[in-house]
């Protein structure tokens, strides 16, 4: 349901009983929340679930949409018809039913090539405008081009398999040297970096038409994504993929920062297996199967987690062959098609609200952010800033070492996909190009890594801090501003010098401390939780406050193998909300509690609940 902005949510008196570390409160308790409400897809009044993959002949598709209707099983395709000229008795047919159409790009085996054939015709972009006419939202899909650019150029292998026939002709204008990483000239600087990504990116917008949808996985690219005029920042998660929450707080915050939807499409391959429709099959290279790839439990939690973190759309990937026992009637649900649907009522009936990121990193626009290569850009060796980033986003905000112990310990491949977060899903990634408008209505403003201070940036600090936000410096960052500039911004509001601090953990510098991010979560978050370790992330909506709490522990997958539910790993959790509140809600089961001082819960494993506390008007 789409919310207008929530402005400043001043919501009474905190509780009197508190604990662990909140034993002390002021009388009040304002929570800045001036966050605008998550970006629906253009057209659209509500968020998106798709179905990946339709029919190609036009009966099928009407009985398809027919039984998506019937059965609330999603309000999409992605993608849908591929976006050329043969696909128009499809699209005039989507036209009529109004859901969002994500298209695969022309000769889409092609899509990630820079000058090869996956190019828009004059014939396939009127196809497309059918929908435009309707006001349907359309998009075409450029899949994993971050990887795709640093990995697969290189690759001999994959070119023979995109190029076919053409390798022999053509495949030396494309392959690079595996040592440039897909540059070529191999770059030297930073922005030498970003332009040739940017050069890249922009050939496959131009040649879609203006129509792209990126999807990023193994890399961190959002925010350029952004920048660069993506229709819609999306993510590929599960499949093989790490550092899921991270990537949530960079397509977040780039949605907010250029004002468009974000979506998340969840990969079913997991090593060499993947789940499809039918009993599990190992005898091949790759495992088959309803209990093959990923557990049924991450597949929930991460479709809700996506819905409730502010995304557009969530696309079950290869769901046409998982949800369905036969490709045809009568379309017959499996297990999971049941699941999926459960999961998409649920999202329908409540109220997600906006998520409340109190804090807002700051990286230097040309921080080239990139987790997985290891690799600043995805060639260019880490500094200490860049290490500092990457040890505060995937070893302090997203992660925690702590985890529930599972009987027996076994080896658990699945747990790396989320993780316990120790104050919460905290945070928004944004680059320094942005305006003081959109940082100001962050109570908390952290700059990270390796930072430029040109004329404009500072100025939007200033204007930042003007407005209330509270900015947080690294003495290198004190020494790049210089003392004239640093006065000035210290001037203008709340400005602190973080001190010096080696994390024992990963016994590097960080950008901040561990007790000082605790601290600001203290400080800004409207509930405590205490506890066992848990995944929770707090959102603001029409009634008042709802908190999701996820138990990623307890379920044991391996790609190859059926999952193993513990029942004894539960996460037992005590929420103070530090305001005055007349009810507490619980989604999944519907309990309501009266108003008190603390709410205790246990979360079974694998499993989220949302708990929604109803604030005094």
Same mark, same amino acid.
């Given at each position: 349901m789409r919310l207008p902005p929530v402005l400043w949510c001043g919501v009474g008196l905190a509780v009197g009983?508190?604990?662990?570390?909140?034993?002390?409160?002021?009388?009040?308790?304002?929570?800045?929340?001036?966050?605008?409400?998550?970006?629906?897809?253009?057209?659209?009044?509500?968020?998106?679930?798709?179905?990946?993959?339709?029919?190609?002949?036009? !009966?099928?598709?009407?009985?398809?949409?027919?039984?998506?209707?019937?059965?609330?099983?999603?309000?999409?395709?992605?993608?849908?018809?591929?976006?050329?000229?043969?696909?128009r008795p499809l699209l005039d047919y989507l036209a009529t039913v109004g859901w969002p159409v994500v298209c695969y790009p022309p000769d889409?085996?092609?899509?990630?090539?820079?000058?090869?054939?996956?190019?828009?015709?004059?014939?396939?972009?009127?196809?497309?405008? $059918?929908?435009?006419?309707?006001?349907?939202?359309?998009?075409?899909?450029?899949?994993?081009?971050?990887?795709?650019?640093?990995?697969?150029?290189?690759?001999?292998?994959?070119?023979?398999?995109?190029?076919?026939?053409?390798?022999?002709?053509?495949?030396?204008?494309?392959?690079?040297?595996?040592?440039?990483?897909?540059?070529?000239?191999?770059?030297?600087?930073?922005?030498?970096?970003?332009?040739?990504?940017?050069?890249?990116?922009?050939?496959?917008?131009?040649?879609?038409g203006g129509r792209l949808i990126s999807v990023t996985g193994h890399s961190h690219y959002e925010a350029y994504a952004a920048e660069w005029g993506a229709s819609v920042v999306g993510l590929e998660v599960g499949e093989n993929i790490g550092f899921t929450q991270s990537k949530f707080a960079f397509a977040r915050g780039a949605s907010r920062q250029w004002n468009v939807p974000w979506s998340v499409q969840v990969s079913p391959w997991f090593?060499?297996?993947?789940?499809?429709? =039918?009993?599990?099959?190992?005898?091949?290279?790759?495992?088959?199967?309803?209990?093959? =790839?990923?557990?049924?439990?991450?597949?929930?939690?991460?479709?809700?987690?996506?819905?409730?973190?502010g995304a557009a759309m969530v696309t079950p990937e290869n769901s046409s062959a998982i949800f369905f026992e036969e490709s045809q009637a009568p379309w017959k649900l499996t297990a999971h098609g049941e699941a999926a649907a459960k999961a998409f009522k649920f999202m329908r009936e409540h109220d997600r609200g906006t998520p409340y990121t109190p804090l807002l990193v700051v990286l230097d626009h040309l921080a080239g952010y990139a987790a997985y290569h290891e690799r600043t850009w995805g060639v260019l060796p880490r500094t200490r800033g860049d290490q500092e980033v990457f040890d505060l986003l995937e070893r302090q905000l997203y992660f925690s070492a702590t985890r529930l112990p599972v009987p027996g310990?076994?080896?658990? !491949?699945?747990?790396?996909?989320?993780?316990?977060?120790?104050? =919460?899903?905290?945070?928004? $990634?944004?680059?320094?190009? $942005?305006?003081?408008?959109?940082?100001?209505?962050?109570?908390?403003?952290?700059?990270?890594?390796?930072?430029?201070?040109?004329?404009?940036?500072?100025?939007?600090?200033?204007?930042?801090?003007?407005?209330?936000?509270?900015?947080?410096?690294?003495?290198?960052?004190?020494?790049?501003?210089?003392?004239?500039?640093?006065?000035?911004?210290?001037?203008?509001?709340? $400005?602190?010098?973080?001190?010096?601090?080696?994390?024992?953990?990963t016994r590097r510098p960080a950008a901040i401390s561990s007790d000082r991010l605790r601290q600001i979560g203290r400080d800004t978050l409207p509930i405590a939780v205490t506890g066992e370790p848990i995944q929770y992330q707090i959102n603001r909506n029409r009634s008042g406050w709802v908190i999701e709490l996820i138990n990623n522990d307890g379920v044991v997958k391996e790609g190859r193998k059926p999952a193993v539910v513990h029942?004894?790993?539960?996460?037992?959790?005590?929420?103070?909300?530090?305001?005055?509140?007349?009810?507490?809600?619980?989604?999944?089961?519907?309990?309501?509690?009266?108003?008190?001082?603390?709410?205790?819960?246990?979360?079974?494993?694998?499993?989220?609940?949302?708990?929604?506390?109803?604030?005094?008007?």
């Open positions: 009983l508190m604990v662990g570390d909140f034993s002390t409160l002021a009388a009040t308790n304002d929570f800045r929340g001036d966050f605008p409400a998550p970006r629906l897809l253009p057209g659209q009044k509500e968020f998106a679930f798709t179905l990946y993959g339709c029919p190609d002949n036009l !009966p099928q598709l009407k009985e398809v949409v027919t039984v998506m209707r019937e059965r609330g099983l999603g309000n999409g395709f992605d993608p849908g018809p591929s976006a050329v000229a043969a696909s889409g085996g092609r899509m990630q090539v820079k000058g090869g054939t996956s190019v828009l015709s004059t014939a396939d972009e009127e196809s497309l405008r $059918v929908l435009d006419a309707a006001g349907v939202f359309s998009a075409i899909q450029l899949g994993e081009w971050g990887y795709h650019f640093h990995r697969l150029q290189s690759d001999v292998g994959w070119w023979k398999a995109v190029l076919g026939s053409d390798f022999e002709s053509k495949g030396q204008e494309f392959i690079k040297p595996p040592e440039n990483r897909g540059y070529d000239p191999l770059p030297k600087s930073r922005r030498e970096c970003y332009d040739q990504l940017r050069e890249y990116f922009l050939w496959h917008r131009q040649t879609k090593g060499n297996a993947v789940t499809t429709r =039918g009993p599990l099959n190992t005898s091949g290279e790759t495992a088959t199967g309803m209990d093959a =790839g990923h557990s049924l439990s991450l597949y929930l939690r991460l479709w809700r987690h996506a819905w409730f973190a310990n076994p080896a658990n !491949p699945e747990a790396g996909y989320l993780h316990p977060t120790p104050n =919460g899903e905290l945070a928004d $990634v944004m680059l320094s190009t $942005v305006p003081g408008a959109i940082m100001r209505r962050y109570p908390v403003i952290l700059l990270a890594g390796d930072m430029e201070f040109s004329k404009f940036f500072v100025h939007e600090l200033i204007a930042a801090a003007e407005g209330g936000s509270r900015i947080l410096l690294h003495p290198r960052h004190v020494e790049a501003l210089g003392a004239g500039q640093f006065e000035r911004l210290r001037r203008a509001g709340q $400005v602190e010098v973080l001190d010096l601090w080696t994390n024992p953990e029942p004894s790993v539960i996460a037992r959790l005590t929420l103070v909300p530090r305001f005055s509140w007349t009810a507490a809600k619980e989604w999944e089961t519907g309990s309501v509690t009266p108003a008190g001082g603390k709410l205790e819960l246990a979360i079974p494993p694998g499993e989220s609940r949302f708990v929604e506390f109803t604030v005094s008007p």
